[in-house]
């Protein structure tokens, strides 16, 4: 059973490139979270997706930062245009159709460094 | 300040002992969920304590949560070497959809 996977796991871009970060999801889930978490910090939400649908993106900054989850593929969180600040680790997270109350189940993150 | 604090932020202790973690949040909760996280690595769910429970037993581990003064504690019982992370609580706030609101962590050391 291959649990949510994510690539790549180290990412290093030059200011004003773009980084791409993917995530399969657990089998069997479909919906998707995006977290990021900067050094010494907790996560911090971004946004939540089902497959073809944005379902909360209260947590992405209002621009250079999008994500999708296709009808086929991986989720994509895209960032454009990468600045310092946003050298974090990526984390994405996957879970059934929320039902009350369950656990979320994370990859093992993208660490993105911006030269 | 932020929905999710962990105190201590750090803890040492020896293999063999007992760790209490706590937790505190702001806001109505739908549940709270206590993470591990290993050093480079994604998290992992520990365990899972809806609002309506006051406590909560996996293995070594025994969560309790007071909605009344808004915490929880994660103790984990005989420590051992392997339980050496970052460990965070995390809210699923009333209202909030499914998305966590995480705290900032403590950093357990156990050492031989």
């Known amino acids: 059973n291959a649990g949510v996977m994510q690539n790549p796991r180290h990412l290093v871009r030059r200011r004003g490139q773009e980084a791409r970060l993917r995530c399969s999801p657990m089998?069997?889930?479909?919906?998707v979270y995006w977290y990021r978490q900067l050094p010494e910090e907790g996560l911090k939400f971004m946004v939540y997706?089902?497959?073809?649908?944005?379902?909360?993106e209260s947590g992405m900054p209002k621009e250079r930062f999008s994500a999708e989850f296709p009808k086929e593929g991986p989720s994509i969180l895209r960032i454009q245009q990468v600045v310092r600040g946003d050298s974090a680790a990526y984390f994405c997270?996957?879970?059934?159709?929320?039902?009350?109350?369950?656990?979320?189940?994370f990859g093992d993150g993208t660490r993105l460094s911006i030269l | 300040s932020q929905q999710g604090e962990e105190d201590p932020q750090a803890l040492s202790i020896q293999e063999g002992e007992n760790a209490t973690m706590n937790c505190s949040y702001k806001t109505s909760i739908n549940n709270l969920q206590w993470y591990r996280q290993n050093s480079g690595r994604g998290l992992v769910h520990l365990i899972l304590?809806?609002?309506?429970?006051r406590e909560k037993h996996s293995g070594r581990l025994r969560v309790t949560l007071d909605t009344s003064k808004k915490s929880s504690s994660l103790l984990i019982t005989a420590s051992r070497a392997a339980d050496t992370a970052s460990y965070f609580c995390a809210t699923g706030v009333t209202g909030g959809g499914n998305k966590l609101t995480f705290g900032t962590g403590t950093q357990l050391k156990v050492e031989l």
């Open positions: 304590i809806r609002s309506n429970e």
């Open positions: 997270a996957s879970s059934p159709p929320p039902q009350g109350n369950q656990p979320q189940h």
């Open positions: 089998k069997g889930h479909s919906h």
């Open positions: 997706l089902q497959k073809e649908n944005i379902i909360d």
